[in-house]
Structures are given as C-alpha cells and as structure tokens.
C-alpha cells in the first residue's frame, strides 16, 4: 500500500470544501519565517488560479497526458480571494463536488506574473 503525506486531509463530497492555504517564505537560515515579514506578498501577480486534478495513478505518471482539472477558482473569474499578504482562499460551493468521483486529488496554486506562469504549491487531497 503506497503512503503519502494528505496535508489538506480528507473532504466530504456532499458539503461545501474551502480551501485556505497562507503562503510562507524562508529566513535567512532556511526555515519557514512565521513573522509577518515571512508572509508573501501576492500583488505582482497578474493571475492567482487553483487547479484540482486527479492523482496519477502510479508514480505520478500519466503517460505523457496532463489530466483535466475537475475543480479550478482563479482571481480573473472571480472565484478566488488573495488576502495580502499570504492568504489564498477559495471556496467551492456545496453541490460543486457531486459529479468528482471519490480518490485522490491533487491541489495546485499557480501564479503568473508577467509572461510567466509557475506552480507554487501542490499538495494531494481526498474528496471522500
């Protein structure tokens, strides 16, 4: 049976899941700062977007095919909040996760900036 770290941990199907995650840099030495001067400001981001996909089924393979999101909020259709600093926030209404099968999922936060775009986070989760 393979083993995985669940940081966002199991959400039931049938309710409301909001997802509230806040973004932490590093101090001098590495560690996670926990000051307010740690928290990461999000403003020069032109885009903020939450992705929830499948979990590939068998070390993170997926046959050279990206999965199709079953869940996405983004700042530019309005589904997801930036709370500067740090706090990003989205809330999937009750209802929204009827038609995701149970299993596992993985949560990505992506931000662009300029012409860039890159994953900041990603972390699996279990809709139940």
Known sequence: MPSFMNTLGAVSRRGQWRFRHVFRSAD???RLDITDAGLIDFSTCSEVAIEVTPRAPHRGCWSGRE???????SLASGT??????????????????????????????LVTIGPETEEVFCEPVEFA
């Open 80 to 109: 997801l909040v930036v709370s500067n600093p740090g706090l990003v926030e989205a809330v999937f209404p009750a209802g929204s996760l009827f038609d995701v099968p149970p299993g596992l999922y993985d949560v990505r936060v």
């Open 28 to 30: 001098e030495r590495g």
């Open 67 to 73: 999965p199709v999101p079953v869940l996405a909020a």
